[in-house]
């Protein structure tokens, strides 16, 4: 599979294109994949995301009711050419209309007649519970956040004592059938390292794919140095410690994670996602809707662009994805992490939707 690029003029915006309209930036990427944030809320605190404290939560009327999420997503779906939709947070399970949200978007149809791929990233609080609910709806897959199967550990990063209900969201997403199930790992130096090796093993025992991810400048103030985070290549170092690993054909050229074989057997896999060290943007495929309905066109981005405004003063379907196509339009070439002159967006990961 290659990388979808559109050919378009650098200076042609995206009024000017014939319909249908696409989400294409002024470097030719099209925007297939949107990440739907459902909420700011959390009920973890981990430390690389939020203050102990918790952050001032949006207030109710500024977030997108259920039905004005599921029409942002219809539009993007029927008019803007999205293919895959994973709702995100904060904490998605928090949301309590999610069930229902998920299951208007299943009844969507894609630009080539196939339900949306829908996905959900969570931190897996409550999931035991809800797992079925949530298959039956319509969701396909999850991925859940778990830096530690070490509970002392697990508890000072997420400053929450909640491993046993993590590990219990695990296993009923499993039975559920949601499928593929991916373990996601964020690692701090000094801190949970070492606790790789017994994640790889938990995770390939019950055949999920754990993708280890390098810290990124969009936590809490004070919280990300450069100089300290674990590298890709440290991470694999560590991760090699049991097993052989040998890097694996690249069969999504829009996934993040560069990922490796287990012991030569193509079914096990691990993967590492190297946001910092190994930038992926020039075949980044997504685009972002806030909880308080603004589209931002990378994670990193300055600016952000609000539908809600245009949604609640009556804007057509046609006008709402033509702002939305005009945003994604100047899309930046790359997040520039590694520029001098980086700056940092003024919304942290939890507020955006990771
Ligand atoms: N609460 C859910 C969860 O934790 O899965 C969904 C939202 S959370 C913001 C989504 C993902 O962002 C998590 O896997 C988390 O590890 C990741 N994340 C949060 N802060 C990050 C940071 N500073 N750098 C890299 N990834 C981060
Ligand atoms: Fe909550 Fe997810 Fe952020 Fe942890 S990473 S604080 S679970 S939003």
New binding site residues.
Partial sequence: MSVEFASVSPAAPPAMRDAPLRLVDSFGRIARDLRVSLTDR?????S???PPEGLDWLPTEDTLTDAEVVRLVRIGVEELGIRQVRF????PLLRRGLEGIIAQCSQLRTDRGDVPDLAL???A?GLAKRARGLKDAGLKRVNI?LDSLDAEHFAAI?RRDRLGDVLEGIEAAARAGLSPIKVNT?VLRGMNEADLPDLVDYCLDRGIELRVIEQMPI?PANTWDRRSILTADEILHIMSARHTLTPAPREDPHSPAGRWIVDGDPSKRVGVIASVSAPFCGACDRTRLTSDGMVRSCLFSTEETSLRGLLREGGTDRQIAQRWADTMWAKPAAHGLNVDAFARPSRT??RIG?
């Fill in positions: 959390c009920n973890l605190r981990c690389y995301c939020m995100t947070g904060g904490e990233t969570t931190n609080l956040s997420t964020l936590g990961m939890s990771g």
